[in-house]
Nanobody, 124 residues
């Protein structure tokens, strides 16, 4: 069992930055791949970024490439999402998720555990 708690969301102006954190419980954090997803009102949950257990492999959704960076610190049981050059279209609830048996790692069903989400609002 893994429990995930996101933090770091808030209101920011377009062009600004935020750093999201996701703290995980349990001693098996380092065995899980981690992902960030987001969901805007009236839209489906969409993939944002993925990082494998070691931190050496990452994937990004096209619209965030070059602006967002996913990282993890296994000693602290935490995964991060650094978001720069934020745009109004980045406004959403951001969720972190943990999984062990994914293939594409971009689909919600590939992740077993989810946090409660943190709101990110970008004003234009």
């Amino acid at each position: 069992q893994v429990q995930l708690v996101e933090s770091g969301g808030g209101l920011v102006q377009a062009g600004g930055s935020l750093r999201l954190s996701c703290a995980a419980s349990g001693r098996t954090f380092s065995t899980y791949a981690m992902g960030w997803f987001r969901q805007a009102p009236g839209k489906e949950r969409e993939f944002v970024a993925y990082i494998n257990w070691s931190g050496l492999n990452t994937l990004y959704e096209d619209s965030v490439k070059g602006r967002f960076t996913i990282s993890r610190d296994n000693a602290k049981n935490t995964v991060y999402l650094q978001m720069n050059s934020l745009k109004s279209e980045d406004t959403a609830v951001y969720y972190c998720a943990a999984g062990q048996w994914g293939t594409t790692w971009s689909k919600p069903y590939e992740y077993h555990y989810w946090g409660q989400g943190t709101q990110v609002t970008v004003s234009s």
